[in-house]
């Protein structure tokens, strides 16, 4: 079971948007604006797509949005694409002694 | 550009040892925080471990004691020695560079697969 909680699947036309949620704890989310995002299409590296929360790293489309409240983090995709088709993980960072805690991904499906 | 390319893995019996390499171009290893990352069949990803540039070290709890992270500056490579492995340490390992909080670069992966 994934520290973080992620819905496993959501879908979306081409042109509409989603968004994707994760829920932690008041250790972990709650606490820090460390909440990452990334994108990973099976077999190939995990790309990250947003760093503390809302900020996106050069060259990823600004169709890719993060959010923060309290102990849920979310990401928005916009304009949805086929490309977009893919797996999405959280992450947070939570303290040396945990590090980094995950959410168990959602397979974002671009019908 | 930024590329990390991790090698070493493959089928082990229970028990063993492995050692998985993460070589690094475009960043220089002794200068970056480095991390391993592993994602088993079917699950989501699990932090594993960090070497930070001044050389602090933290584990998981589920690798700790096991498991083993080092670099060599001279090759730009970073290491995860992995020794006790169990069936529940298969998974594909991928290493990343961390910075401002985050991994921001990330290798494809290799397979480590526990089985006997």
């Known amino acids: 079971q994934s520290a973080l909680t992620q819905p496993a699947s959501v879908s979306g036309s081409p042109g509409q948007s989603i968004t994707i949620s994760c829920t932690g704890t008041s250790s972990d989310v709650g606490s820090y604006n460390l909440v990452s995002w990334y994108q990973h299409h099976p077999g190939k590296a995990p790309k990250l797509i947003i760093y503390?929360?809302?900020k996106r790293p050069s060259g990823v489309s600004n169709r890719f949005s993060g959010s923060k409240s309290g102990n849920t983090a979310s990401l928005t995709i916009s304009g949805l694409q086929a490309e977009d088709e893919a797996d999405y993980y959280c992450?947070?960072?939570?303290?040396?002694?945990?590090?980094?805690?995950f959410g168990g991904g959602t397979k974002l499906t671009v019908l | 550009e930024v590329q990390v390319v991790e090698s070493g893995g493959g089928l082990i019996q229970p028990g063993g040892s492995l050692r998985l390499s993460c070589a690094a171009s475009?960043?220089?290893?002794?200068?970056?925080?480095m991390s391993w990352v592993r994602q088993a069949p079917g699950k989501g990803l699990e932090w594993v471990s960090i070497?930070?540039?001044?050389?602090?070290?933290y584990y998981a709890d589920s690798v700790k004691g096991r498991f083993t992270i080092s670099r060599d500056n001279s090759k730009n490579t970073v290491y995860l020695q992995m020794n006790s492995l169990r069936v529940d340490d298969t998974a594909v390992y991928y290493c990343a560079r961390r910075k401002s909080g985050t991994n921001d670069y990330w290798g494809q992966g290799t397979l480590v697969t526990v089985s006997s």
């Open positions: 992450c947070s960072y939570a303290g040396t002694n945990t590090f980094d805690v």
């Open positions: 475009g960043l220089t290893v002794s200068d970056n925080h």
């Open positions: 503390e929360a809302i």
């Open positions: 070497i930070y540039s001044g050389g602090t070290i």
